[in-house]
């Protein structure tokens, strides 16, 4: 193999693996699109749940109270 050779081969080689990390950051800003989404739910959830249960709670209080005529 020659110089001239082993130089294209580098050359494409290197071509492939820029291809290829071009490739892997962009899943990789995919993902972490799409982490930050779910975050983003899943704490949106969490709240919608803590508020659910606080109203819940608020309801068994006053549906355990005697009536006021007792």
Do not use: F, W
Request: proline share 3%.
């Amino acid at each position: 193999m020659t110089n001239e050779e082993r130089l294209i081969d580098m050359e494409i080689r290197l071509a492939r693996q820029d291809d290829l990390v071009d490739t892997l950051n962009t899943q990789v800003y995919r993902q972490q699109k799409k982490l930050d989404e779910l975050e983003a739910l899943c704490t949106a959830m969490a709240g919608r749940i803590r508020e659910l249960a606080i109203n819940a709670s608020q309801r068994t209080a006053v549906i355990d109270e005697r009536p006021p005529h007792y």
